[in-house]
């Protein structure tokens, strides 16, 4: 079983097995968490972090590795901040090694006043509902569960255009797709994002992609019938 096509094609080209024995299977999610979200948890957490009122908020959730090129967000962001029309602030939440390299480019950039570093969280639900948008500028995924977790949570979803996440999500309908590592296209993509309108509409489209497409349901339905077969 493969998480994901590029997963399957993956398995095929580079670990010799044959396509008739590999299956794709999507992993699946209970958005019910994300639904259950409530305003006053949103402004709490907000406020946790110290967002100004009216302030748009830009949040990724990643361990701070290599393979989440976090170098391109914060170069990406530093480009958008040049041309923004609206105050904003980038929350990102994980810890890792690339930790005090990524907060000495940020100061490098003059980010330090914009950018949240929130560390280690357990409750993502409420994390994804205080952000605004989702960004994930990964260079690779076998799958990318924290995009169906942002999607659940009704965020539109700014990511690379690698692997796996072209099939989760939809490029001008949930979200917005860039090439990796592409700092540029990323800000262009926060610019245009700075529409809320825009937002409310990918992001409903995602939540009901996530409700129709990537379901819990359908991931046992789908691994049950390869152990059947």
């Known amino acids: 079983i493969a998480i994901s096509d590029a997963v399957n094609t993956y398995a095929q080209n580079h670990m010799n097995m044959p396509a008739g024995r590999v299956t794709t299977v999507h992993y699946g999610i209970d958005p019910t968490p994300y639904e259950q979200i ?11 972090w110290g967002i100004p009122q009216g302030a748009w908020v830009i949040g990724t959730v990643a361990r701070l590795v290599p393979q ?10 530093a480009q958008y901040r040049a041309q923004a029309r609206q105050e904003s602030r980038l929350v990102l939440v994980g810890r ?11 100061r490098q950039l003059g980010l330090d006043r914009e950018i949240v570093w929130a560390g280690f969280r357990e409750d993502i639900p409420a994390v994804m509902k205080a952000f ?3 960004v994930l500028t990964s260079s690779y995924e076998g799958f990318g569960l924290v995009l169906l977790e942002a999607m659940a949570a009704a965020r539109p979803v700014v990511a690379s255009r690698v692997s796996a996440i072209p099939e ?20 262009h993509a926060l610019l245009r994002l700075e529409e809320a ?30 152990y059947k077969e």
């Open 168 to 187: 989760i999500v939809r490029d001008g309908i949930t979200g917005l797709l860039c090439e990796p590592g592409d700092q540029e296209g990323f800000a």
């Open 96 to 106: 890792g090694p690339l930790e005090g390299q990524l907060k000495e480019l940020s």
């Open 68 to 77: 989440k090129a976090l170098h391109v967000l914060l170069n990406a962001y």
């Open 132 to 134: 605004d948008t989702f």
């Open 38 to 48: 409530g305003e006053s948890q949103r402004r709490d957490v907000r406020m946790e």
């Open 197 to 226: 309108g825009m937002r409310t509409r990918l992001g409903t489209a995602g939540h009901e992609r996530a409700r129709t497409h990537f379901t819990l349901e359908r991931m046992a339905e789908a691994t049950l019938s390869v």
